[in-house]
């Protein structure tokens, strides 16, 4: 996703592919250059619902739904 033109546009075209209810899960280690902050913004600005970060040590995983 860091490396993606427009991480929106991308995070909506998963959101399109999803059946309403779907899960979806991005998990980030400190090698991946993603940063935090924005990430549950532009999550929500693609559509999404309940969205959440989980910081587990130096990783962090995002959780969001399409309602």
């Known amino acids: 996703m860091q490396v993606?033109?427009?991480?929106?546009?991308g995070l909506r075209e998963i959101w399109r592919v999803l059946k309403p209810r779907g899960t979806?899960?991005?998990?980030f280690t400190p090698y991946s250059g993603q940063p935090k902050e924005?990430?549950?913004?532009a999550l929500t600005t693609a559509g999404f619902a309940s969205v959440r970060m989980l910081?587990?040590?130096?990783?962090?995983?995002?959780?969001?739904?399409?309602p």
């Not at 993606?4 to 546009?9: H, K, S």
């Not at 979806?24 to 998990?27: E, H, I, N």
């Open 4 to 9: 993606w033109p427009d991480a929106v546009a």
């Open 24 to 27: 979806v899960a991005l998990g």
């Open 38 to 41: 924005g990430l549950t913004i």
């Open 55 to 66: 910081d587990l040590d130096t990783n962090f995983c995002v959780l969001a739904v399409k």
